[in-house]
Structures are given as structure tokens and as C-alpha cells.
């Protein structure tokens, strides 16, 4: 059982910066992949950002050019770097990390943009 934890949430002003950060409780070569999530009040969860440890990262169409996700493999940590944040970006992120068929999610860190 792989167990991400999430740390990094917090209130920013709309145009500012926030980095979370998932540690994973193993080495994220054991990992297919790791990925953030988000959640908003009444919406459905969706895609911010997932790498691939062996391959490429994708993000989603409202978060590129905005967020970069990047790993400390020393760490066994993922980051997500938000820069340019908006009101919509308000949401409890989820990380989520994967093995095979088995996802693992961590319990969600709030994110609250003002304007």
C-alpha cells in the first residue's frame, strides 16, 4: 500500500505563486504514475496535471503554460508549481499515484485564490 501525502495548500492572491508538494512512502520508480487533481465546489474532479515515470507529463487544457509538475526522486516527491493563479483554480487538490491497476490518493489539500 503506497500512501501520498500532501502538503503545500494555502490562500494566494489571484496572479500569485503555490507549490504542493506528494510524497510518496516509496521510491517513485515502484510508480507508473503521479498526478494531481482537483476538485471544486459542485464540479466534477479533473485532470491538473500526471506524469508518467517512464515517459511524459500531460496537463490539463486549463492549467498549461500556468503549472509544471516536476519529482525529487532523492524525495520520492512529486511538485506542482502554480503560477499565474486565477479564482478558478480554487479546488481541493488531490494527489493521486498509480501501480498497475491500483491507485493510491492522498486526502486532499485546499487550494482558496481570491481575487
Known amino acids: 500500500q503506497v500512501q501520498p501525502v500532501e502538503s503545500g495548500g494555502g490562500l494566494v492572491q489571484a496572479g500569485g505563486f503555490l507549490t504542493l508538494g506528494c510524497a510518496a512512502s516509496?521510491?517513485?520508480?515502484?510508480?507508473?504514475?503521479m498526478g494531481w487533481y482537483r476538485q471544486a465546489p459542485g464540479k466534477q474532479r479533473e485532470l491538473v496535471a500526471v506524469?508518467?515515470?517512464?515517459?511524459?507529463?500531460n496537463y490539463g487544457d486549463s492549467v498549461k503554460g500556468r503549472f509544471t509538475l516536476s519529482t525529487d526522486n532523492a524525495k520520492n516527491t512529486a511538485y506542482l508549481h502554480m503560477n499565474s493563479l486565477k479564482p478558478e483554480d480554487t479546488a481541493v487538490y488531490y494527489c493521486?499515484?498509480?501501480?498497475?491497476?491500483?491507485?493510491?490518493w492522498g486526502q486532499g489539500t485546499q487550494v482558496t485564490v481570491s481575487s
Open positions: 516509496e521510491s517513485i520508480f515502484t510508480l507508473d504514475t
Open positions: 493521486k499515484l498509480s501501480r498497475g491497476d491500483l491507485e493510491f
Open positions: 506524469l508518467a515515470t517512464r515517459g511524459t507529463t
